[in-house]
């Protein structure tokens, strides 16, 4: 009983954060398209703003793991 | 790095002053700044007239526009820019526009007759056997309508209507195009002809005309004039098309050398309203390299004579935030110029960061990619890339910073064991630092404290920065922060029995002590600016999470062969695998090394604002200079 609530747990850490990083990158998404189009000199800058918010989902990642570690220790 | 310029000044008589632009032109070092009046020179820039410019930029035009409209790529011009007579040139660049905007125009409208003469010729393709043939009635009358696309309606509506209006003395014909349109032939005897025409009218079906200057109103009669007039068409704009690649032979090398020269001189122009001239004396204010004034104070004195002189004028370099900044790095760090520029360019005075990108980037891809054969495969790509690209600075820069990054991954790739993912195991390979499958914990502290190390560096670089450019204070509170950052990583791991226990108390003591000495030095800001920074270290555990992921997926590829039934198709899914996540491999470490740099890295000393060096020198075809 106790993996099922550490699986669920490690799942839960990546999902939500996974759908955060989702919600935020489809705001920033196309508001960076948008600037794109009058100003394409902008394309490195935009490129790093929509992979920002994946801090959110890598560190998800990252407690999925340490949460799993530690189910199995 | 920044290269130390210093701030010249160069003055001399008047009347030199056409010949000393000419050679700082030359030279190429020299970057103009408006001179500021003095008292030793009367007031006015030199300028030169508005309507020489204005006539300068005319003939650029022309010949800009002459060079679009030629067939053909540029030439290489390999030697020295040979100087063109201007007036002659300029008449004769003139004649050429008119002409081959005449040549372009005539063109255009051989073509779009072609087109329509074309579609007639398909329209008559489609009926040909039927108007061979002798007419049903002598006095046969033909009306040609095309319908669009998906009108089979209307052809069953023409069949039903027309008999009841012409009776016997019609027949209708319709053939479908290749363009998808419906071609129908109405033939009718010329007793019905009116009522066919309106009919056709009254159902809205224009009829085709013949197509004008051929000399025949009707259709069917100036189809023998049609098919001449298409190989005269063929003809012209073969003879069209030779001319234009006759001017562009004959003049094409003249019109290159002509465009660089007017150029050059739209720039001396530029440079001449930055100069300060009396009746005798003129001034030009500038900043160049530090290493370069003596060999140009040499160069004038050989060509120009001692009536010539270069002085060096300034105070600390560091802090003039007005000089401009020019990188210079050695070769090995050059093409990660490339990421520094993708931002506004480095205040001068400040820290370049490329030689710190052109050792922590490659490390951080090869991480986060962290294997044999991936490494192999990005090296074998990025070689093809140089090879195939070379002529473009910024694909073997590109391409270089891929041999950079490969060699790290290939470097990690044997710390970690992995060939393939998991393969290397198969193969014999053991990890010689730790294996990524089984030591996540380890590997996370690992990132975790490079993530540490690489802020720490940027802070030091910021107090580095503030300490050059006289910000006593700030420096000293980016130091204590530096501090701090390194109690708290003493004390963590005291904590954590990785160091001696009794580290932490003093540890603990120290931080509580620097804590409120930061507060001073900095305000209450400074504890967001903490707090953000040990957010900036955690943020590099992405390195273990994408390394990780990227790991899986192979273990999953490799895993592939013995799951499915077959060998062949296991294998082939398996390189499939391999495949996306060798593409996910490129992609996605190299966007997250950038904004490890450029967020976490940079935001701790990164300043931004500085005007780029653009020296007074000859104009090149990839340059986009300030006269254009």
């Known amino acids: ?73 | 790095m920044i290269i130390r310029m210093a701030r010249v000044r160069v003055a001399g008589p008047s009347a030199q002053l056409d010949a000393v632009l000419r050679l700082l032109q030359e030279i190429g070092d020299l970057h103009l700044i408006a001179s500021a009046p003095s008292q030793a020179v009367t007031a006015r820039p030199a300028g030169v007239s508005p309507r020489w410019v204005r006539h300068l930029r005319r003939v650029l035009d022309d010949v800009d526009a002459v060079l679009v409209a030629l067939p053909g790529t540029a030439t290489r011009e390999t030697s020295p820019v040979r100087r063109v007579p201007l007036p002659p040139a300029a008449r004769r660049v003139h004649r050429l526009r008119r002409e081959l905007t005449s040549l372009a125009r005539t063109r255009a409208a051989l073509a779009e007759e072609q087109t329509l003469l074309t579609q007639y010729r398909a329209f008559f393709d489609a009926f040909e056997p039927l108007l061979q043939r002798a007419p049903r009635w002598p006095d046969a009358r033909a009306s040609f309508v095309l319908l669009r696309a998906g009108a089979g309606a209307s052809v069953t509506e023409l069949e039903r209507s027309l008999p009841a209006v012409a009776g016997s003395k019609v027949e209708l014909h319709a053939r479908p195009l290749p363009s998808g349109e419906i071609a129908v032939l109405v033939l009718a005897a010329g007793s019905a002809a009116a009522q066919v025409e309106a009919l056709l009218s009254t159902a809205q079906l224009e009829e085709l005309p013949a197509p004008r200057g051929l000399g025949e109103t009707n259709l069917l009669r100036a189809m023998p004039a049609l098919q001449a007039r298409l190989a005269q068409i063929d003809a012209q704009l073969v003879a069209n098309e030779a001319r234009r690649a006759d001017i562009a032979a004959e003049t094409r090398p003249e019109l290159e050398a002509l465009q660089a020269q007017v150029h050059d001189q739209l720039l001396l122009a530029d440079a001449q309203a930055q100069v300060r001239t009396g009746e005798l004396l003129f001034v030009i204010d500038g900043w160049m390299p530090d290493p370069a004034v003596a060999p140009l104070r040499a160069r004038i004195a050989r060509e120009l004579g001692s009536d010539i002189v270069v002085a060096k004028v300034g105070t600390e370099p560091w802090t003039r935030a007005d000089a401009p900044v020019a990188l210079a790095n050695p070769r090995l760090f050059r093409p990660f110029e490339l990421i520094t520029r993708a931002f506004p360019l480095p205040r001068y005075g400040s820290i370049d960061p490329t030689p710190f990108v052109a050792v922590f980037f490659p490390m951080f891809f090869g991480l986060m990619l962290g294997d044999v054969g991936y490494g192999l495969l990005l090296a074998g790509i990025a070689a093809a890339v140089r090879w195939r690209w070379r002529a473009s600075a910024t694909m073997r820069a590109v391409a270089e910073m891929g041999l950079g990054c490969a060699l790290f991954a290939i470097v990690f790739g044997v710390l970690f064991g992995e060939f393939f993912g998991t393969l290397g195991t198969a193969l014999g390979m053991r990890p010689l630092a730790f294996g990524r499958e089984n030591a996540l914990a380890p590997f996370l502290m690992f990132t975790i404290a490079l993530g540490a190390v690489h802020v720490v560096l940027g802070l030091v670089l910021a107090v580095i920065g503030a300490w050059r450019q006289g910000h006593r204070r700030q420096a000293v509170g980016r130091g204590l922060t530096i501090a701090m950052i390194v109690l708290s990583a003493l004390a963590l791991l005291a904590a954590f029995k990785v160091l001696p226990a009794r580290l932490f108390t003093p540890a603990a003591i120290a931080l509580l002590i620097a804590f409120p000495i930061l507060v001073a030095l900095e305000g209450i800001i400074a504890v967001v600016e903490l707090m953000s920074a040990f957010g900036h270290i955690l943020s590099y555990a992405r390195i273990m999470a994408l390394g990780t992921a990227s790991l899986m997926l192979a273990i999953i590829a490799n895993r592939m062969v013995g799951a499915l039934g077959s060998v062949l198709v296991g294998v082939l899914f398996a390189l499939l695998f391999h495949l996306v996540n060798f593409a996910i491999g490129l992609f996605s470490p190299t966007i997250h090394a950038l904004r490890l740099h450029y967020v976490e890295f940079f935001g701790e000393f990164y300043s931004p604002g500085g005007a780029a060096y653009r020296p007074l020198t000859h104009w090149r075809a990839t340059s986009r200079s300030a006269s254009t």
């Open chain 1, 1 to 73: 009983m106790e993996l099922i609530w550490i699986v669920f747990a490690s799942a839960a850490a990546v999902a939500i954060t996974g759908l955060a990083t989702a919600w935020a990158q489809g705001r920033i998404g196309p508001a960076v398209a948008a600037s794109l189009a009058e100003k394409p000199e902008l394309a490195t800058t935009a490129i790093i703003l929509v992979a920002i918010p994946e801090t959110m989902v890598i560190l998800g990642f990252v407690v999925a793991v340490m949460i799993l570690l530690r189910g199995a220790g």
